[in-house]
């Protein structure tokens, strides 16, 4: 019986879960007067949510909720903004189940004049599609800026003529996307992030670059190159921007035809039969088979 409830005592010792752990640190390049940059880094064998208390007196800490918190190890950031110096106090807290955890109470000295603080992280395309004249997509990056701000892009070949609309958004981190258009068909597209506050403009410090290369214009325009339906019964439509050209099974060419946008093809009595075509443009060439009803 000793024996037994032993066992069962290591049993059960044996299934506490352990205590998470949290990390956090600020940055010192991201303090300015009346902002920081809070990192924690949380390692959890169950998920949850985190939430970091602060404020200008140690006892008299007000609370902000961050994003949730995965199981095994997570990191997340938080931009404080409008504090009131010279120093900051700080902690966090990490919620999981019934339990929590917290960190002492850290603090930080402000520096002594505001500063506008924008910075830039993750700056991409998305979405890009290369037609025949024009380049266009979607702009996203990742904002931290400490002042209220409209948000818009400078794109173009080199010299970054043209820029996007404002996206309103509010002090601190976050994440955000413009679509362009309109950009000249090249092999490189530069691109930075801007911030308007008031009358100040706040720019990225460094124009990143986004090459589309020659295989990727040319997987593009393949997309825009359709032809539906196939088999055909009396007429398809093609949908691209080239010179559409159908032969018969000896090679001989049947006919040929000007493609821009959605452009209709006609049987004109051709007898039933497997034909091919090739669909060309300045970037290359399609073939493929067409069957006739």
Wanted: with cysteine; net charge neutral.
């Amino acid at each position: 019986m000793k024996t037994i409830f032993l066992f069962l005592a290591v049993l059960v010792a044996s299934t506490i879960v352990a205590q998470p752990t949290i990390s956090v640190t600020v940055n010192d390049s991201d303090v300015t007067h009346n902002s920081i940059i809070v990192k924690d880094q949380i390692t959890s064998s169950t998920a949850g949510y985190s939430r970091i208390e602060f404020g200008s007196a140690s006892n008299n800490l007000t609370e902000k909720t961050q994003l949730d918190d995965r199981s095994g190890t997570s990191t997340s950031e938080i931009m404080l903004v409008n504090l009131t110096g010279p120093r900051v106090f700080y902690r966090v807290k990490f919620f999981y189940g019934n339990d929590s955890v917290i960190t002492p109470i850290n603090e930080v000295q402000l520096k002594t004049s505001t500063v506008l603080y924008l910075k830039v992280e993750n700056l991409e395309p998305k979405n890009i599609v290369v037609g025949e004249y024009a380049i266009s997509g979607t702009l996203r990056a990742l904002l931290k800026c400490n002042a209220s701000t409209d948000v818009y892009f400078e794109y173009g070949a080199s010299t970054l003529p043209s820029t996007t609309g404002f996206i309103t958004k509010g002090a601190g981190i976050d994440t955000v996307e413009i679509n362009f258009t309109g950009l000249a068909k090249t092999s490189v597209i530069y691109f930075r992030a801007n911030a308007l506050s008031g009358t100040t403009i706040l720019s990225a410090p460094t124009i990143s670059t986004y090459a589309t290369g020659a295989s990727a214009i040319s997987e593009l325009w393949r997309e825009e190159f359709k032809i539906f339906p196939n088999p055909v019964n009396d007429q398809a439509v093609i949908s691209g921007n080239g010179d559409f050209i159908l032969y018969d099974i000896t090679g001989k060419k049947i006919t040929q035809a000007k493609v821009a946008g959605q452009t209709e093809i006609f049987r004109n009595n051709l007898p039933t039969g497997v034909y091919a075509y090739e669909y060309l443009t300045n970037e290359g060439k399609v073939t493929g088979k067409l069957v006739l009803k």
